[in-house]
Protein backbone atom coordinates (compact mmCIF):
# COMPACT_ATOMS: atom_id res chain seq x y z
CA UNK A 1 0.00 0.00 0.00
CA UNK A 2 1.63 3.52 -1.20
CA UNK A 3 0.54 6.35 0.99
CA UNK A 4 1.28 9.71 -0.07
CA UNK A 5 3.35 11.96 2.52
CA UNK A 6 1.95 14.41 4.44
CA UNK A 7 2.96 17.65 6.57
CA UNK A 8 2.15 17.05 10.03
CA UNK A 9 -1.16 18.82 10.78
CA UNK A 10 -4.43 18.68 13.32
CA UNK A 11 -8.30 18.64 12.44
CA UNK A 12 -10.58 21.39 12.93
CA UNK A 13 -13.38 20.08 15.05
CA UNK A 14 -16.14 20.16 12.35
CA UNK A 15 -13.89 16.98 11.38
CA UNK A 16 -13.13 17.18 7.37
CA UNK A 17 -12.35 13.82 6.30
CA UNK A 18 -9.32 14.92 4.61
CA UNK A 19 -8.45 16.69 7.51
CA UNK A 20 -9.17 14.03 9.86
CA UNK A 21 -7.16 11.26 7.40
CA UNK A 22 -4.30 13.20 6.93
CA UNK A 23 -3.57 14.26 10.84
CA UNK A 24 -4.02 9.99 11.09
CA UNK A 25 -1.53 9.75 8.70
CA UNK A 26 1.10 11.97 10.57
CA UNK A 27 0.69 10.81 13.78
CA UNK A 28 0.76 6.86 12.86
CA UNK A 29 4.45 6.04 13.05
CA UNK A 30 4.17 6.64 17.03
CA UNK A 31 0.29 6.09 17.10
CA UNK A 32 0.55 2.86 19.43
CA UNK A 33 3.40 4.25 21.55
CA UNK A 34 2.04 7.46 21.84
CA UNK A 35 -1.27 5.49 23.11
CA UNK A 36 -0.04 3.93 25.88
CA UNK A 37 2.36 6.61 27.04
CA UNK A 38 -0.79 9.24 27.61
CA UNK A 39 -2.92 7.10 29.00
CA UNK A 40 -0.69 5.36 31.61
CA UNK A 41 -0.88 1.99 30.09
CA UNK A 42 -4.19 1.48 30.63
CA UNK A 43 -5.07 0.89 26.42
CA UNK A 44 -4.42 -2.35 27.24
CA UNK A 45 -6.66 -2.65 29.71
CA UNK A 46 -9.42 -0.77 27.63
CA UNK A 47 -8.64 -3.10 24.67
CA UNK A 48 -9.15 -6.58 26.78
CA UNK A 49 -12.65 -4.97 27.79
CA UNK A 50 -13.70 -3.97 24.14
CA UNK A 51 -12.77 -8.18 23.55
CA UNK A 52 -14.97 -9.42 26.92
CA UNK A 53 -17.73 -7.37 25.90
CA UNK A 54 -17.84 -8.02 22.26
CA UNK A 55 -17.37 -11.83 22.77
CA UNK A 56 -16.38 -12.95 19.59
CA UNK A 57 -16.56 -16.72 18.82
CA UNK A 58 -14.58 -18.26 16.30
CA UNK A 59 -16.33 -18.71 12.48
CA UNK A 60 -17.66 -15.22 13.13
CA UNK A 61 -16.87 -12.29 11.30
CA UNK A 62 -16.39 -8.95 12.67
CA UNK A 63 -15.19 -5.85 11.59
CA UNK A 64 -13.21 -3.53 13.70
CA UNK A 65 -13.30 0.04 12.22
CA UNK A 66 -11.05 2.61 13.26
CA UNK A 67 -8.67 -0.13 13.39
CA UNK A 68 -5.86 2.07 12.96
CA UNK A 69 -2.96 0.23 12.69
CA UNK A 70 -4.62 -3.18 13.45
CA UNK A 71 -3.77 -3.25 17.59
CA UNK A 72 -6.93 -4.40 18.17
CA UNK A 73 -7.94 -6.68 15.86
CA UNK A 74 -5.38 -8.69 16.54
CA UNK A 75 -6.19 -9.13 19.99
CA UNK A 76 -10.15 -9.19 18.64
CA UNK A 77 -8.62 -12.15 16.50
CA UNK A 78 -7.24 -14.29 19.68
CA UNK A 79 -11.35 -15.08 20.17
CA UNK A 80 -10.69 -16.97 16.55
CA UNK A 81 -13.04 -15.23 15.02
CA UNK A 82 -12.31 -13.41 11.27
CA UNK A 83 -11.72 -10.35 12.41
CA UNK A 84 -11.48 -7.04 9.04
CA UNK A 85 -9.30 -4.53 10.74
CA UNK A 86 -10.81 -1.41 8.57
CA UNK A 87 -9.60 2.10 8.67
CA UNK A 88 -9.90 5.29 6.29
CA UNK A 89 -5.86 6.41 7.54
CA UNK A 90 -4.30 4.43 5.03
CA UNK A 91 -1.14 5.68 7.00
CA UNK A 92 -2.41 4.30 9.82
CA UNK A 93 -2.94 0.81 8.14
CA UNK A 94 0.57 1.14 6.14
CA UNK A 95 1.84 1.07 10.14
CA UNK A 96 0.17 -2.26 11.06
CA UNK A 97 0.98 -3.81 7.87
CA UNK A 98 3.25 -6.43 9.40
CA UNK A 99 0.34 -7.35 11.75
CA UNK A 100 -1.24 -10.63 10.39
CA UNK A 101 -4.92 -9.51 10.10
CA UNK A 102 -6.74 -8.74 6.94
CA UNK A 103 -6.70 -4.87 6.57
CA UNK A 104 -9.50 -2.44 4.25
CA UNK A 105 -9.43 1.10 4.08
CA UNK A 106 -12.79 2.32 4.78
CA UNK A 107 -14.91 5.60 5.39
CA UNK A 108 -17.35 4.61 8.15
CA UNK A 109 -20.16 6.80 6.64
CA UNK A 110 -20.33 4.50 3.55
CA UNK A 111 -18.76 1.20 4.56
CA UNK A 112 -18.10 -0.87 1.16
CA UNK A 113 -19.94 -3.86 2.35
CA UNK A 114 -22.72 -5.72 1.57
CA UNK A 115 -25.63 -5.92 3.83
CA UNK A 116 -25.65 -7.94 6.55
CA UNK A 117 -22.20 -8.85 6.45
CA UNK A 118 -21.38 -9.23 9.54
CA UNK A 119 -21.81 -10.70 13.39
CA UNK A 120 -20.04 -8.04 15.17
CA UNK A 121 -18.97 -4.38 14.42
CA UNK A 122 -16.92 -2.61 16.93
CA UNK A 123 -15.22 0.98 17.04
CA UNK A 124 -12.49 2.41 19.58
CA UNK A 125 -12.07 5.75 19.96
CA UNK A 126 -13.05 6.61 16.40
CA UNK A 127 -16.70 7.47 16.22
CA UNK A 128 -16.57 11.30 17.27
CA UNK A 129 -13.72 11.43 14.57
CA UNK A 130 -16.04 10.75 12.09
CA UNK A 131 -17.80 14.22 10.41
CA UNK A 132 -21.26 12.40 11.03
CA UNK A 133 -21.09 9.71 13.76
CA UNK A 134 -25.10 9.29 13.51
CA UNK A 135 -24.77 7.96 9.38
CA UNK A 136 -21.50 6.11 10.28
CA UNK A 137 -24.43 4.08 13.09
CA UNK A 138 -26.82 3.81 10.53
CA UNK A 139 -24.06 2.28 8.32
CA UNK A 140 -22.94 -0.18 11.43
CA UNK A 141 -25.96 -1.18 11.48
CA UNK A 142 -26.44 -1.71 7.63
CA UNK A 143 -23.89 -4.11 7.85
CA UNK A 144 -24.62 -6.37 10.91
CA UNK A 145 -26.79 -9.05 10.67
CA UNK A 146 -29.87 -9.57 12.22
CA UNK A 147 -29.15 -10.42 16.10
CA UNK A 148 -25.63 -9.38 15.53
CA UNK A 149 -23.97 -6.84 18.07
CA UNK A 150 -22.15 -3.94 18.45
CA UNK A 151 -19.60 -2.31 21.05
CA UNK A 152 -18.30 1.46 20.98
CA UNK A 153 -15.49 2.17 23.04
CA UNK A 154 -14.70 5.88 23.24
CA UNK A 155 -13.61 8.80 25.36
CA UNK A 156 -16.59 10.28 27.78
CA UNK A 157 -17.27 12.01 30.61
CA UNK A 158 -15.54 11.20 34.30
CA UNK A 159 -18.66 10.63 36.77
CA UNK A 160 -16.60 11.59 40.06
CA UNK A 161 -16.63 15.56 39.97
CA UNK A 162 -12.93 16.20 41.37
CA UNK A 163 -12.07 13.64 39.19
CA UNK A 164 -13.88 15.08 36.04
CA UNK A 165 -12.04 18.68 36.79
CA UNK A 166 -8.62 16.93 37.09
CA UNK A 167 -8.93 15.27 34.13
CA UNK A 168 -10.06 18.19 31.95
CA UNK A 169 -7.26 19.96 32.91
CA UNK A 170 -4.82 16.92 32.04
CA UNK A 171 -6.50 16.91 28.55
CA UNK A 172 -6.23 20.19 27.85
CA UNK A 173 -2.86 21.42 29.28
CA UNK A 174 -0.69 18.05 30.11
CA UNK A 175 -1.85 15.46 27.39
CA UNK A 176 -0.15 17.84 24.11
CA UNK A 177 3.41 18.25 26.73
CA UNK A 178 2.97 14.66 26.74
CA UNK A 179 2.27 13.94 23.17
CA UNK A 180 5.34 16.71 22.39
CA UNK A 181 7.63 14.46 23.58
CA UNK A 182 6.61 10.71 22.11
CA UNK A 183 4.21 11.32 19.17
CA UNK A 184 5.51 11.86 15.37
CA UNK A 185 2.69 14.81 15.41
CA UNK A 186 2.45 16.40 18.73
CA UNK A 187 -0.23 19.40 17.46
CA UNK A 188 -2.74 16.87 16.60
CA UNK A 189 -3.51 16.05 20.31
CA UNK A 190 -4.65 19.23 20.89
CA UNK A 191 -7.30 18.54 18.39
CA UNK A 192 -7.61 15.00 20.08
CA UNK A 193 -8.30 17.02 23.33
CA UNK A 194 -11.01 19.32 22.25
CA UNK A 195 -12.99 16.88 20.64
CA UNK A 196 -12.64 14.72 24.03
CA UNK A 197 -14.37 17.62 25.36
CA UNK A 198 -16.89 18.07 22.96
CA UNK A 199 -18.11 14.91 23.33
CA UNK A 200 -21.68 13.69 24.33
CA UNK A 201 -21.83 12.19 27.55
CA UNK A 202 -22.81 8.42 28.07
CA UNK A 203 -26.47 9.07 28.23
CA UNK A 204 -26.56 11.51 25.67
CA UNK A 205 -24.39 8.76 23.04
CA UNK A 206 -26.44 6.43 24.19
CA UNK A 207 -29.28 8.41 22.61
CA UNK A 208 -28.04 8.72 19.36
CA UNK A 209 -27.24 4.89 19.09
CA UNK A 210 -30.79 4.07 19.69
CA UNK A 211 -31.88 6.69 17.35
CA UNK A 212 -29.84 5.04 14.31
CA UNK A 213 -31.84 1.77 15.09
CA UNK A 214 -29.85 -0.05 18.01
CA UNK A 215 -31.34 -1.95 20.41
CA UNK A 216 -30.66 -3.02 23.61
CA UNK A 217 -28.18 -0.11 24.38
CA UNK A 218 -26.66 -0.13 27.74
CA UNK A 219 -22.84 1.52 28.41
CA UNK A 220 -20.88 1.04 31.71
CA UNK A 221 -17.44 3.17 32.61
CA UNK A 222 -14.23 2.31 32.44
CA UNK A 223 -11.24 3.70 34.52
CA UNK A 224 -13.82 5.98 36.32
CA UNK A 225 -15.98 6.97 32.92
CA UNK A 226 -12.33 8.32 31.14
CA UNK A 227 -13.85 5.39 28.75
CA UNK A 228 -17.38 4.46 28.06
CA UNK A 229 -18.24 1.02 26.69
CA UNK A 230 -21.57 1.47 24.58
CA UNK A 231 -22.96 -2.02 23.47
CA UNK A 232 -26.26 -2.64 21.29
CA UNK A 233 -27.86 -5.02 19.07
CA UNK A 234 -29.64 -5.33 15.72
CA UNK A 235 -32.88 -6.83 16.38
CA UNK A 236 -33.42 -10.17 14.15
Known amino acids: MSVAKTEATRASLD ?36 RKALAPR ?19 AKSGAWCLAADFSKGMLAAGKHRKVPMVAADAMALPFADESFDAVTISYGLRNVADP ?8 RVTKPGGRLVIAEFSTPVVPGFRTVYMEYLMKA ?13 AYVYLAESIRAWPNQRQLALRIAGAGWSSVKWRNLTG ?12
Not at 135 to 140: F, G, I, K, V, W
Not at 175 to 185: F, Q
Not at 225 to 231: E, F, K, T, W
Request: net charge positive; no cysteine.
Open 15 to 50: KQPHEVASMFDGVAKRYDLTNTVISGGQDRYWRWSV
Open 58 to 76: PGERVLDLAAGTGVSTLDL
Open 134 to 141: DAALREML
Open 175 to 187: LPKVARAVSSNPD
Open 225 to 236: GIVALHRAYKLG
